[in-house]
């Protein structure tokens, strides 16, 4: 495929280790017995991942002295896209020789119905690499019509630019062809192209509906999306519910998820720009209008833990449910008996398979409050040392019987 006198860019493809779901699967068994998890674990979740509904990488490394290209796969032994070999194809041609040796990245990004956004990053210096880049574009352009945009990105400090770990460094992105949205498969929701998504996107788009079957909404819930990025699940279940408010620290989470409210209907999405910390709920609940019933949703990145003292204010705060979403089971194992030492059971579990072939898998945890003090306090007294008390409102209706109650005749240990 690849000619000797083109080998100083000939492209290598990088697979990721060996995974399949049976290791995972005893992996979580494992950890299950060790820990002593409580609560039901439901069946796992996934879905095939198709290549072109995936992120790809193109990325230039040092083979000694050799400068080469490679190819970053999302998931072990999955088959290269045409599109990616269209551009390695095109990027060896000479004329483009310069403008190849500029580029430190290519990130494609995947829409979820077979489109990309493509994001370069190169050094662009001198006459002859600026020409190569416009010639490139006029390429992309003309020939890959699965491509809807085109920007390119510069990070300060210099680092090669991650959608994971964007938070941590200043990223501009020049758009010089399409718009700063990308779709969202055909859900009729976006996202900024710079903004968080999974690298397989087929069981991440079909998320959102996994978690109502797991939590079967009433139409006056309300629901909070913690580290939420574009709000892609809490825009897409807002219908069921009657208010969906959405938290991120970074820019272009804010700017997708207002991008998202505007495509709703009922208009009913409200986002929140700033880290979580305990004091947020003490705020938050402070006003009247935030009284209601809570599903708080806690989507943690990577091996992050949820900051000092943000358990104790958000059980404080009495939600309905609390859903907790990590890939670290470390992590997963400290923040469940935190949340049972607050007065609220862990009731079930969903494991996720949401990248197939990866090295990671996730577990959605799904609590709710221990009000037969089945974890062996008195359900009467939970509240009594609490830092956050909502509103008297809303502890009369308890005590009226209007709020569902989650029955359970003993414990599974």
């Not at 979740?45 to 290549?51: C, E, M, V």
């Not at 949703?297 to 204010?313: H, I, S």
């Not at 705060?317 to 859903?323: A, G, M, T, V």
């Not at 029955?407 to 599974?412: A, C, G, I, R």
Request: glycine residues 4%; contains cysteine.
């Amino acid at each position: 495929m690849y000619k000797k006198k083109e080998e100083e860019t000939k492209p290598v493809k990088i697979q990721a280790s060996a995974f399949t779901l049976e290791d995972h699967k005893k992996q979580l068994a494992a950890w299950v017995e060790a820990e002593h998890i409580p609560g039901k674990f439901q069946a796992w979740y996934t879905a095939p991942a198709d290549p072109m509904h995936s992120d790809w990488r193109i990325k230039s490394v040092f083979k000694g002295a050799q400068e080469l290209l490679e190819v970053e796969v999302p998931v072990r032994k999955m088959d290269v896209p045409e599109i990616v070999t269209q551009i390695l194809s095109q990027l060896r041609k000479e004329h483009l020789r310069a403008f190849r040796k500029s580029i430190r990245q290519i990130l494609l990004r995947a829409t979820g119905d077979g489109r990309f956004a493509m994001l370069v990053q190169a050094n662009l210096r001198g006459r002859n690499s600026a020409h190569g880049s416009k010639t490139f574009i006029d390429f992309v352009q003309r020939s890959l019509p699965e491509i809807q945009s085109l920007h390119f990105v510069q990070c300060k400090p210099d680092h090669l630019f991650d959608p994971a770990t964007a938070q941590a460094v200043s990223t501009e992105a020049r758009c010089v062809l399409g718009k700063d949205f990308m779709p969202i498969a055909d859900t009729g929701f976006s996202m900024h192209v710079l903004d968080w998504a999974p690298r397989v996107k087929d069981a991440w788009i079909g998320l959102p509906k996994r978690i109502a079957d797991a939590i079967h909404p009433a139409k006056d819930d309300r629901l909070f999306e913690f580290y939420s990025a574009s709000a892609y699940v809490g825009a897409s279940l807002a219908s069921m519910f009657e208010r969906v408010d959405c938290l991120d620290c970074r820019e272009t989470a804010m700017l997708s998820a207002r991008n998202n409210a505007r495509a709703l209907i009922e208009n009913n999405l409200k986002f929140h720009r700033q880290k979580l910390d305990a004091n947020f709920f003490a705020k938050f609940f402070h006003k009247p209008e935030n009284e209601g019933r809570w599903t708080f949703y806690f989507n943690l990145p990577g091996d992050e833990t949820l900051a000092t003292g943000v358990v104790q204010t958000a059980a404080a705060s009495r939600p309905e449910r609390i859903l907790l979403q990590t890939s670290n089971l470390e992590v997963a194992a400290k923040e469940i008996r935190k949340f049972r030492n607050e007065g609220y059971m862990l009731r079930k579990s969903v494991p996720l398979y949401l990248e197939p072939g990866s090295a990671k898998f996730e577990v959605l945890f799904i609590f709710v409050p221990d009000r037969n003090g089945l974890l062996g306090r008195n359900p009467a007294i939970l509240g009594r040392s609490r830092t956050v008390q909502r509103p008297k409102e809303r502890i009369e209706r308890a005590k009226n019987g209007n709020i569902p109650h989650f029955v359970q005749k003993k414990p599974h240990l």
